[in-house]
Nanobody, 126 residues
Framework: QVQLIESGGGLVQAGGSLRLSCAAS????????MGWFRQAPGKEREFVGA????????NYKESVQGRFTISRDNVKNTVYLQMSSLEPEDTAVYYC???????????????????WGQGTQVTVSS
């Protein structure tokens, strides 16, 4: 049974930082592209960023580029989302997800994603 479990969410002031973690089990983690998504109240879920299987490639939503960094540890079966310079607009439930398709290098991050975590709440106060 595949499980993705996010942690690290919480309440932070604008300009602050948080690091989210997503621990995976029940799958061969290194075979999976891992992505982070978020959903704010009343809005659709949106792509935040993704990292390739070996970690050499990343792709980010434009509005988080330069503020958010995705990394992974294929020994610990964990993917991370380091968020800095947080803004109230970053408030959302954050989800990690994984897929095992072999897209081209330029499209590695594209959905659909097969496995999803339960989400962790991030709230940024102004």
């Amino acid at each position: 049974q595949v499980q993705l479990i996010e942690s690290g969410g919480g309440l932070v002031q604008a300009g602050g930082s948080l690091r989210l973690s997503c621990a995976a089990s029940g799958l061969t983690f290194s075979n999976y592209v891992m992505g982070w998504f978020r959903q704010a109240p009343g809005k659709e879920r949106e792509f935040v960023g993704a990292i390739s299987r070996g970690g050499s490639l990343t792709n980010y939503k434009e509005s988080v580029q330069g503020r958010f960094t995705i990394s992974r540890d294929n020994v610990k079966n964990t993917v991370y989302l380091q968020m800095s310079s947080l803004e109230p607009e970053d408030t959302a439930v954050y989800y990690c997800a994984g897929h095992s398709r072999h897209n081209s290098a330029g499209s590695f991050y594209r959905p659909p994603y097969d496995h999803w975590g339960q989400g962790t709440q991030v709230t940024v106060s102004s």
